[in-house]
């Protein structure tokens, strides 16, 4: 595996770990709509929850969650607009971003419910 993927993965077990000990009930990890992934996608009580996770061994050039552009959040959008399709959800939903930056023995996890809003 490249060093930048496990690193992704390794991003993606320290943020389940995050909302699970924050309540989250966690129901899919890495779900996929065409070449498109959403990576956790959780309850948070009565709420659906698109988790964005990006993870970063330096904040050098700039902080994680600046790399979820409008692109990405079109893409993510579509994909969960497909997910609640599939499953017939009738929750409400919002998009969360968990950015993390690991920087020698020091981990730092900032969390941004309600992210970003798909729009009409």
Do not use: C
Not at 34 to 61: N, P, S, W, Y
Not at 96 to 116: C, G, L, M, Q, Y
Request: no cysteine.
């Amino acid at each position: 595996m490249a060093e930048h993927n496990a690193l992704g993965h390794r991003g993606e077990l320290i943020a389940q770990s995050f909302l699970k000990e924050k309540g989250y009930q966690i129901l899919h990890v890495n779900w996929r709509f065409h070449r498109i992934e959403i990576d956790i996608i959780a309850m948070d009580g009565d709420t659906l929850v698109f988790v964005e996770v990006k993870t970063r061994q330096t904040d050098l050039f700039g902080e994680p969650e600046n790399a979820v552009d409008y692109k990405k959040q079109k893409h993510l959008i579509n994909a969960a607009n497909a997910y609640v399709l599939k499953h017939g959800v009738l929750n409400d939903a919002r998009f969360d971003i968990i950015s993390i930056v690991t920087e020698k023995n020091n981990t730092r996890i900032n969390h941004f419910p309600d992210a970003f809003y798909p729009t009409l």
